[in-house]
């Protein structure tokens, strides 16, 4: 998947409504705005998931105990070497938001960041 399109599925699966480039930003296609929860009174900045931990940690949260699991066998933390939760632990945002979308079944093949 593109930046651009993930930036758009992950919201998407959070709840997030009528997604669109961010009018306070026009000439940039990162910043995207939408309606949260199925509330339409106001339009806010959607948190930039591709390079920020702390909205990724936000972005982990919805996840139950089974989807959690199949988190970090993306993230690596179970392969058969000694850094394996070490490299998951330390996992960039754009990781952790390949592996929240291929979790969710949503990530998509083809060209990728």
């Known amino acids: 998947m593109t930046p651009e399109q993930q930036r758009v599925a992950i919201p998407k699966a959070l709840g997030w409504h009528t997604i669109q480039r961010n009018p306070l930003y026009p000439d940039d ?22 390079n920020d931990l702390n909205a990724c940690h936000e972005m982990e949260k919805v996840l139950d105990e089974d989807q959690q699991e199949v988190f970090l066998m993306y993230l690596g933390a179970y392969d058969h070497d000694s850094d394996a939760g070490w490299n998951a632990f330390h996992a960039t945002a754009a990781q952790r938001c390949e592996a929240f979308l291929r979790t969710l079944g949503l990530w998509q093949e083809g060209e990728k960041s």
Do not use: N, Q, R, W
């Open 29 to 50: 296609s990162s910043k995207i705005a939408g309606f949260h929860s199925g509330d339409f009174t106001a339009l806010y900045g959607i948190p930039d998931y591709l």
